[in-house]
């Protein structure tokens, strides 16, 4: 619901991922407006980037629609993870938040409160970090 949110607010892509199977796979939910096909190379790359951060050797993507919330494509990348110097290189100056567990997407809280850590698991209050935001 956030990223959907966010996502419509300021036409933005938003995602958030997690690890799953103790870093073996992962997922992302990724959410943004732009025409199928672009917006399907975001998710692939995307995807393409964490798995090979996580070191992973599957990684899944679910591409939201910012207007609906509706699935609009997924990805499933199943293959065993190489290194990869471009990968390296990559990731090396990709801005990125490592995934949140997925033990805490399970458990978030349906309000959060000014002062309590926000949950898209940057480590600030919220009222310091998304909070602020959607004023």
Same mark, same amino acid.
């Given at each position: =619901? $956030? ?8 036409? =933005? ?11 073996? #796979? ?7 407006? @732009?025409?199928? #096909?672009?917006? $399907? ?7 393409? @980037?964490?798995?090979?951060?996580? /070191? ?20 499933? @990348?199943? =293959? ?26 399970? #458990? ?5 409160? $000014?002062?309590? @850590? ?6 600030? /209050? ?7 935001? =959607?004023?």
């Amino acid at each position: =619901e $956030r990223i959907v949110r966010d996502a419509r607010r300021d036409d =933005e892509n938003h995602d958030i991922s997690t690890a799953v199977d103790a870093g073996g #796979s992962g997922l992302t939910f990724h959410c943004n407006g @732009l025409p199928a #096909s672009i917006a $399907r190379e975001h998710l692939s790359a995307h995807c393409r @980037l964490r798995k090979y951060d996580a /070191k992973a050797s599957a990684w899944y993507g679910v591409l939201l629609d910012p207007a609906s919330g509706a699935i609009r494509g997924a990805l499933v @990348l199943e =293959e065993d993870w190489k290194p990869d110097p471009q990968m390296d290189a990559a990731t090396a100056v990709w801005r990125k938040r490592p995934p949140v567990p997925i033990s805490q997407l399970a #458990s978030l809280p349906k309000k959060v409160g $000014r002062n309590d @850590l926000c949950p898209c698991g940057s480590g600030r /209050k919220h009222k310091k970090c998304c909070l602020g935001r =959607e004023n």
